[in-house]
């Protein structure tokens, strides 16, 4: 299963193909819109958020709710596109009043995607750079998610720090697959404690008022797989290369932790990996989750539990010095509408890398066809599983 989007954050819309989706896939618009909603959703997000409502339209690949076996297409429209038509429009020549963007702020992909193609405005680049592109992503995203679910899988994330403000876990590994999603989405931060959630809106509007931008953390978290998939034979093969790959996918995300990640560096063995046990009945599991749900490459059947950090947003209210492209002087950087804080919003997009790499791990392993035969091949599996722990 693999998905391609387009669309620029202030054109028409956001168009989304899912291929390789096999045939009895229940899908249902609202759940796809609940995530497009939880995507615009946290405390310390920008005026365009106030103007999208976004909500997806599937338009190939579903009949009467179920999947048909062909590619799924996903339209999300943007609102905004009415006021930048004369800006964006696809044909035609730039209207008199056009301003070209040429103060590239530093740390967005403003600079270097000129200097790569050529270019003389920066809002080429920047309209396919911009996250906005992210709710393309999570509306195809919503087909990945309703396959997994079919397959006992859940994928969710929390927020676990704002700037210097962190979430106090004693046992983050083995608590956050405990975590309740309504403790979660009840937060504006996604944060599972509501007094860490005051603390963290208290940061943003300090750094609301200095004209900065704030970073942040967030785990997310897979319950109900198998063990085994992914592979050992080829780094490709491997699902920590893949999830890995697809989360450094998202713009803003700046490190990726697997279960103790960094921490591991600094202790011995036997406080790292996990030990290997047997309960009759149930197959054989682990002691503990340090690893965070793989060994190997591959899972080991325990709750997958992925960290990330998030750098703060380029566009600050402050803005840093930058180069003018045409007078090739010393200024101040571009400074459009923004937000002063998104991690909450990251993670949604996580959430959605993350359902995209394990279900195509689950298609690889089960086969592609159809929800019937994959089912029947989950169970064959499941026996041959119980059968070699006996």
């Known amino acids: 299963m693999r998905f391609i989007t387009a669309g620029e954050s202030h054109g028409p819309a956001l168009t989304a193909i899912v291929e390789g989706v096999p045939a009895g896939v229940s899908v249902s618009e609202r ?19 106030c103007i999208e409502s976004d909500e997806v339209s599937i338009t190939s690949g579903v009949r009467f709710g179920v999947t048909l076996g ?16 004369d800006r964006m429009a696809p044909f035609g020549k ?12 530093p740390g967005h992909a403003d600079l270097v995607g000129v200097l790569k193609v050529g270019g003389e405005d920066c809002r080429d680049v920047i309209e396919r750079a911009s996250a906005r592109s992210t709710a393309a992503l999570v509306a195809a995203a919503g087909i990945a998610r309703e396959f997994l679910a079919a397959v006992g899988v859940n994928v969710f994330s929390y927020v676990t720090s704002i700037g210097s403000v962190s979430l106090d876990e004693d046992e983050p ?15 504006e931060l996604r944060c599972p404690s509501l007094e860490t959630t005051e603390a963290m809106k208290a940061r943003i509007d300090e750094a609301r008022a200095a004209g900065e931008s704030l970073g942040g953390a967030f785990r997310v978290v897979a319950t109900g797989l198998l063990p085994g998939l992914g592979g050992y034979a080829t780094p490709s093969d491997r699902l920590s290369a893949r999830i890995g790959g697809a989360l450094f996918g998202i713009p803003s995300v700046k490190g990726v932790e697997f279960g103790l990640g960094f921490a591991a560096a600094g202790l011995p063995g036997s406080q790292v990996h996990d ?27 325990l709750p997958l539990v992925v960290t990330c950090a998030v750098k703060p947003i380029p566009t600050l209210m402050s803005p840093l010095d930058t180069i003018d492209l045409d007078t090739l ?6 400074c459009e509408r923004s937000d002063v804080c998104a991690v909450p919003s990251a993670a949604v997009v996580a959430e959605a890398q993350m359902a995209f790499c394990l279900a195509e791990a689950y298609l690889s392993k089960f086969g592609r066809d159809d929800m019937a035969s994959i089912r029947g091949a989950i169970a064959a599996y499941r026996r041959r599983l119980g059968t070699m722990s006996k």
Do not use: C
């Open 31 to 49: 759940h796809i819109n609940a995530d497009l909603r939880r995507r615009q959703m946290g405390y310390g997000r920008g005026a365009r958020q």
């Open 70 to 85: 062909s590619p799924v297409t996903l339209v999300v429209r943007n609102r905004d596109a009415q006021n930048w038509a």
């Open 94 to 105: 730039p209207p008199a009043s056009l301003k070209r963007e040429t103060r590239p702020r």
């Open 173 to 187: 590994l083995l608590s956050a697959p405990d975590y309740k999603p309504l403790d979660i989405e009840v937060s």
């Open 275 to 301: 030990a290997i046990t047997l309960e009759r009945g149930r197959g054989f599991g682990r002691a503990t989750n340090r690893a965070g749900g793989l060994e190997g490459g591959m899972t080991t059947g």
């Open 329 to 334: 002087e010393s200024v101040e950087a571009s």
